[in-house]
C-alpha cells in the first residue's frame, strides 16, 4: 500500500526510541512476502512505506543525523484498536527474524539507536488525546508531541506535564522520566502516569499500572524504552488559571562570577520556590553582541503575574545585562519564550547533533568559568561551531525530591540541575570528532567540579558513551532488578536500541 503522503517534515527534537532486536534480515531487504502478510494483518487506516514510495525521506526523517538506524520498511498504525495487530506483528517478526523499532517523533539522540537493521514502527498517527474531567486525567496515544498537548490542555483549562521543546513526544521522554515545568509541584512526567497500554516483546499487549504487573510498571518509569512498546498512557492533569510571567536576560561573560552566585543563592541547593517554574541559561555566540565571546542568556519562568515577580530579579537586574526581554504569557507559550517552540531552531529536523550531560547540585563557579573560557578557546579555532549551545537547566525540583527514589526506575532525584551540551557541526565539515571532544572535555569539567559525587547522565540526553550505572542508578539494586526484568520480560532482548539494559542471558 503506498500513500500519497505522509508526515510533514515538521521540528523535530528527544525521542519514544522503544525498539524490538529480532535477529536477521540484517543484510537485505524485509522480504516481500512479508510485507504483504502483514499488510492483509493491518487496518485500513495503517500504511505501509517502502524505499521507492514518495514519501520514504519524510517516513525516515531524523532530528540528529550523527547516526542513522538502518530502516528498510515503515509501517504507521492507523488506529489504537490496531493494538492486537500489533502484538501479532510483533510476534510473526519473531518467527520471522526481522527487527523492530518503534518510534514517535524520531528525536533518539543517543548513538546506540545506530545499531538497528529493519522494519520501523511509527506510532504519528496515533494521536488522539480524551479528557476525563471527572477523573483530572487524559488519554494519550501514542504519537502525541508537545504542541498538541499544550494546546489541547490549554482549550479545557488544563496543563499537564510534558517536556520543554515543543516539537518532541510526550511519552518518549516519559520514558526515562521526563523534565518539564510542571515538576517543582507535580514530579517529572512518568510521574504523572497513571497506566499504560503496552505490547511485549512476546507479542502480548497489557495494561501496566500499580496494580497491573507492578513489578514492569516500576521499570516502565526511567527504564521503559527496554520494555516494550507504549501505545497510549493516561496522565494526571491539572487545571490551570494562572498567568506566568518571563524574563530573559543577556550578559557578557564579565558577569558570569556574579551571576551564578545569584542563581545558586536562589536554587539554594534543590529549594528553588515553586513559584518558579525554573531558570535556563546557555552559553552561546550572540554575533550582534560578540564573534568572538559567548554571551550569557538566561530566562526565568514564575508562576505569577509580573507586578509579583517584577521585585524578586533585582539580584539580576543590578549585573548590567546587555538586553532583557519580559512579558506576560499563558502557559502554552513558555516553551516559546524559553527557545524550545514548535518553530524554532532548536527543533529544526535533519543536524548533526554532538551531545553531553551531566547531573548536578549546585553550580560550581570556578567550573563554570572554565567551561565558558573552552567554549571561547574552541570557537576562536573554528568559528564555524558558534551556534555550540552550552545549556544549564534549572527545573523546581520539589515534586521531584517528594517522591521516594525506590517508587520507580528513575534513579536521579538528587540531580536538581541538568547540564547539556550540543554543537552541530555542519555535515562533510571534518569537525565532528573536534565536536566530541569538546563535548567530552566539558562533561568532565562539569563531573570535575562535584568530587563528592559520582558523574551521572540522564538517559534522554545521553550520548551513548556513558555507564549503565550513570543512565540507570549507581545503587547495586537497581540494575539487579532491572535486569531480573528484562530476563523475564525480554529475554531475548529485543527492546535493545536506546541504551539499553543487556539482560544477564545476554551479557557478553
Not at 527543533?347 to 560550581?364: D, E, K, M, S
Not at 569539567?445 to 540507570?472: C, F, H, I, K
Request: aromatic share 10%; with cysteine; glycine share 8%.
Amino acid at each position: 500500500m503506498r500513500p500519497s503522503s505522509f508526515l510533514a517534515a515538521s521540528g523535530l527534537y528527544l525521542v519514544q526510541a522503544l525498539a524490538a532486536q529480532l535477529p536477521g534480515a540484517r543484510d537485505g531487504l524485509v522480504p516481500s512476502k512479508f510485507q504483504e502478510e502483514l499488510s492483509s494483518l493491518l487496518s485500513n487506516t495503517s500504511i505501509i512505506i517502502e524505499p521507492s514510495d514518495a514519501d520514504w525521506a519524510n517516513a525516515t526523517e531524523r532530528y540528529n543525523t550523527i547516526v542513522q538506524p538502518h530502516v528498510q520498511l515503515v509501517v504507521v498504525p492507523g488506529e489504537e484498536w490496531d493494538i492486537p495487530t500489533i502484538a501479532q506483528k510483533v510476534q510473526y517478526a519473531n518467527e520471522n527474524n526481522i527487527e523492530f523499532y518503534a518510534v514517535n517523533r524520531r528525536h533518539a539522540l543517543t548513538t546506540s539507536v545506530g545499531r538497528f537493521n529493519g522494519i520501523e514502527i511509527d506510532l504519528g498517527h496515533l494521536t488522539r488525546i480524551t479528557i476525563n474531567s471527572e477523573t483530572q486525567t487524559a488519554r494519550f496515544q501514542a504519537g502525541v508531541y508537545g504542541q498538541e498537548v499544550l494546546e489541547a490542555m490549554a482549550d479545557a483549562g488544563y496543563v499537564t506535564a510534558t517536556g520543554t521543546c515543543s516539537c518532541v513526544s510526550i511519552l518518549g521522554p516519559a520514558l526515562g522520566g521526563g523534565h518539564g515545568n510542571q515538576q517543582g509541584v507535580h514530579g517529572l512526567t512518568s510521574d504523572g502516569i497513571v497506566n499504560m497500554n503496552v505490547v511485549l516483546a512476546n507479542g502480548t499487549a497489557i495494561t501496566v499500572s500499580e496494580s497491573s504487573h507492578a513489578d514492569l510498571w516500576w521499570a516502565m518509569r526511567g527504564a521503559g524504552h527496554n520494555f516494550g512498546i507504549v501505545t497510549s498512557f493516561e496522565a494526571k492533569i491539572y487545571p490551570d488559571n494562572n498567568t506566568y510571567y518571563y524574563r530573559t536576560y543577556e550578559f557578557t561573560g564579565n558577569q558570569l562570577e556574579p551571576l551564578f552566585e545569584a542563581i545558586n543563592e536562589l536554587h539554594n541547593n534543590g529549594t528553588l520556590s515553586t513559584k518558579w517554574l525554573g531558570t535556563f541559561g546557555v552559553f552561546t555566540i550572540d554575533a550582534t553582541v560578540s564573534e568572538t565571546e559567548a554571551t550569557i542568556v538566561w530566562v526565568f519562568i514564575y508562576a505569577g503575574p509580573a507586578a509579583e515577580a517584577v521585585p524578586l530579579f533585582e539580584p539580576f537586574d543590578s549585573l548590567d545585562p546587555v538586553s532583557l526581554v519580559e512579558g506576560n504569557i499563558p502557559y502554552k507559550e513558555i516553551n516559546d519564550a524559553m527557545g524550545g517552540g514548535i518553530d524554532s531552531p532548536l527543533c529544526a529536523p535533519n543536524r548533526t547533533h554532538v551531545i553531553g550531560t551531566a547531573g548536578l547540585q549546585v553550580y560550581n563557579i570556578t567550573t563554570e568559568r572554565q567551561i565558558y573560557d573552552l567554549f571561547n578557546r574552541k570557537v576562536a579555532e573554528y568559528p564555524e561551531l558558534g551556534g555550540t549551545r552550552v545549556l544549564h537547566e534549572g527545573y523546581a525540583v520539589k515534586g521531584v525530591r517528594d517522591i521516594p527514589a525506590e517508587d520507580s526506575a528513575y534513579p536521579l532525584r538528587d540531580d536538581y540541575l541538568l547540564m547539556y551540551f550540543d554543537a552541530t557541526p555542519l555535515p562533510d565539515s571534518g569537525l565532528e570528532d573536534f565536536a566530541k571532544t569538546w563535548a567530552r572535555e566539558t562533561v568532565d569539567l562539569w563531573n570535575a567540579g562535584q568530587p563528592e559525587r559520582r558523574p551521572t547522565a540522564y538517559v534522554n540526553y545521553a550520548a551513548g558513551w556513558e555507564s549503565l550505572e550513570a543512565m540507570y542508578g549507581y545503587e547495586p539494586w537497581r540494575l539487579e532488578r532491572l535486569r531480573s526484568l528484562k530476563a523475564q520480560y525480554d529475554p531475548d532482548n529485543r527492546f535493545s536500541y536506546y541504551n539499553p539494559i543487556i539482560p544477564p542471558t545476554n551479557r557478553a
